[in-house]
């Protein structure tokens, strides 16, 4: 599987932002789709993921109700809208692909088995 991600820049606090990342290579029917982030310094995070109906979402506790996340099975793609943007928000995005199916979004980086190659999102304060 290869995860292309993009729509990431540079944007003043308080503005918004939507990333975008495509899949390809082979199916990913079933599987759980994330957004995680990675500042300098600091660990890499879960930030967002999505089950494969969409029914199923979970955020971490801050961007709760600022950031979105969606996904077109049709289009291989999962989408990650930012909204309210602060300059904590500021680090390398990632998407990813579980390696397995799971019955519930997993928030541990260890559960993706495939990544994208991330994207800056900048916040100015």
């Known amino acids: 599987v290869q995860l292309q991600a993009s729509g990431g820049g540079l944007v003043q606090a308080g503005g918004s932002l939507r990333l975008s990342c495509a899949a390809s290579?082979?199916?990913?029917?079933?599987?759980?789709m994330g957004w995680f982030r990675q500042a300098p310094g600091k660990e890499r995070e879960f930030v967002a993921g999505i089950s494969w109906s969409g029914d199923s979402t979970s955020y971490t506790d801050s961007v709760k109700g600022r950031f979105t996340i969606s996904r077109a099975n049709a289009k291989n793609t999962v989408y990650l809208q930012m909204n309210s943007l602060k300059p904590d928000d500021t680090a390398v995005y990632y998407c990813?692909?579980?390696?397995?199916?799971?019955?519930?979004?997993?928030?541990?980086?260890?559960?993706?088995?495939?990544w994208g190659q991330g994207t800056q999102v900048t916040v100015s304060s």
């Open positions: 990813a692909v579980a390696g397995a199916i799971y019955a519930f979004v997993p928030i541990m980086t260890e559960r993706y088995r495939y």
């Open positions: 290579g082979r199916t990913l029917i079933n599987r759980v």
